[in-house]
């Protein structure tokens, strides 16, 4: 899903000056995700200065459990990283955010993520020179918070 909002992302940001980020979600049946586009107010600095932890999403991955780790992070609030590889990857990588945001809804506090896609090269153990993946640059926001533009 998010695959689909890498470039316009990028080239809003490049050629406009206007940072914008995706807040997965759920539909009825929780095998489809709807992805909401917000406009930030600016560069979040986890996008900007790459910090974050990485986690690494494989197809196998339960996505709960990493939902759960992203949550973690958003209440400290700390960014992550989510690098996925693969389509099936990709897939896990949303649900978890979708899975997230839930979980911080549930605790009643405003807390929210947002994320920030993008395309990067990486070495791969197993694997000659560099491959592409898929970063969901993952961080805080809640309504108070400058981060996401009330637009």
């Known amino acids: 899903p998010p ?3 890498v470039t316009p992302t990028k080239r809003c940001a ?3 000056g206007t940072y914008v980020a995706c807040a997965p979600s759920f539909r009825e049946n929780r095998n489809e995700l709807t992805l909401t586009v917000v406009k930030l107010a600016g560069p979040s600095p986890a996008v900007v200065d790459g910090s974050g ?3 690494t999403v494989a197809r196998a991955t339960d996505y709960r459990v990493l939902a759960g780790a992203v949550a973690k992070r958003a209440r400290d609030d700390s960014a992550s990283v989510l690098r ?3 389509a099936a990857a990709v897939f896990a990588a949303a649900r978890a955010l979708a899975t997230c945001r839930e979980y911080l809804e549930q605790d009643g506090d405003d807390a929210d993520v947002v994320a920030v896609p993008r395309f990067s090269k990486v ?4 694997r000659d020179g560099e491959t592409t993946v898929l970063e969901l640059c993952v961080f805080p926001s809640t309504p108070a918070t400058p981060n996401v533009d009330a637009d």
């Open 3 to 5: 695959l689909g909002v």
């Open 14 to 16: 490049e050629e406009q």
């Open 53 to 55: 932890d990485v986690l």
């Open 84 to 86: 996925a590889i693969g």
């Open 123 to 126: 070495h791969v153990d197993g």
